[in-house]
């Protein structure tokens, strides 16, 4: 018999359903909330309420789509955390719910462990392409900026992580200050490409070990623009490309750096990246250039797995699920990954 699962995605602003069927994908619908682009940054009140709104439409157009009914269903997989607590606990309690009144069980899912095994997800038509364990995952977003051992579906060793800014927060605040706009990594992302990478330099944090830091090179870039900008208010305008470009070949050359010390350490080749700044092009490119140079089998995620979506919790789900793990129905969403 096969096992299918329903994945609920809420931690951030982000509602999201699917449906896999034995790791297969049968539907992944994400329904993104607009309402944050006036603020600049995500607004935890309205997140939540707009999760409010949107899971029940969301989950049922992914049963629907997947051409599956609630009944049919072996599991709900759901996001616990970290996140926002007033949207995780509207997936939360919605799985709850449901899995009571269908009588099935539910697993908790780790929102980052989501991420980092997107690459899992199987899909009609796209050849399958997966990393041997244990293999590197490199997990940037806009909460976190890891190295992670990935020993099975199921375990998972941190090898390094930030120790005070993640790399998204960095793109977003970054682009926030020179007033691109939200969310900054893609604006920055596409801005970079028409730049000279090499124009500005930037400071690059000295951390030991594998652990990162990227609230040195924010700094740096506020006080260069600040002072050029007291020089020549035109500055940002003429050279937007340039500095995006010279800022994006930064906190690239610093994430690289620890992931080829990590794979050096380790004697591991297989190396994936994950999470929202796995989108970047440029850190793509770099990834797969490094994998040429040293040997290294790279696997880079679909973009549309890039960002939030339920798709992901549902394959954690399903290897936890498999697992024999279970969740009771006291289980409480948590905010922060320390907390898990
Ligand atoms: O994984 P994600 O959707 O949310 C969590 O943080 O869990 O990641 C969002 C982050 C934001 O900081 C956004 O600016 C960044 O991913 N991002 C990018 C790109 N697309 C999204 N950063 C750099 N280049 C991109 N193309």
């Keep these: 018999m096969s096992d299918i699962i329903l994945g609920i995605e809420s931690s951030c602003d982000d509602t999201s359903a699917a449906v896999i069927r034995d790791g297969w994908l049968l539907s992944n619908v994400i329904a993104s909330q607009e309402v944050h682009r006036a603020f600049g940054g995500v607004v935890p009140e309205l997140a939540s309420r707009a999760h409010e709104q949107n899971i029940v439409p969301v989950v049922s157009e992914a049963l629907s789509r997947a051409g599956v009914a609630a009944s049919d269903l072996t599991a709900i997989a759901f996001t616990r955390g970290p996140g926002l607590l007033g949207s995780l606990l509207v997936g939360t309690s919605f799985a709850k719910a449901l899995g009571l009144a269908l009588d099935i069980p539910l697993v908790m899912v780790n929102h980052l462990q989501g991420h980092i095994l997107a690459g899992f997800v199987k899909e009609e038509g796209v050849p399958v392409v997966q990393p041997s364990f244990p293999y ?35 793109f977003d605040k970054c682009s926030k200050m020179m007033g691109l706009g939200y969310p900054g990594g893609p604006i920055i992302d596409k801005l970079a490409a028409q730049g000279d990478a090499s124009r500005f330099k930037f400071a690059k944090p000295h951390i030991p070990g594998l652990d990162y830091s990227f609230s040195g090179v924010k700094t740096s870039l506020l006080y260069f623009v600040r002072d050029e900008m007291a ?110």
């Design 136 to 170: 590197l995952c490199l997990l940037v977003s806009g909460g976190n900026s890891q190295i992670v051992r990935v020993d099975s579906p199921t375990e998972f060793v941190i090898l390094g992580q930030t120790i005070d800014d993640a790399v998204g927060e960095a």
């Design 231 to 340: 020089r020549d208010p035109e500055f940002m305008e003429k050279n937007k490309a340039d500095i995006c470009a010279s800022f994006q070949k930064t906190l690239i050359d610093i994430l690289m750096d620890k992931l080829v010390k990590a794979a050096k350490q380790t004697g591991i080749r297989e190396i994936a990246i994950g999470g929202g700044v796995s989108a970047n092009s440029g850190l793509r490119a770099r990834v797969q250039e490094e994998g040429r140079r040293r040997g290294w089998k790279t696997y880079l995620p679909a973009f549309k797995f890039t960002t939030d979506n339920a798709a992901m919790i549902a394959i954690a789900g399903w290897y936890h699920y498999l697992a024999g793990e279970r969740t009771g129905l006291d289980v409480a969403p948590v905010s922060r990954m320390a907390d898990f």
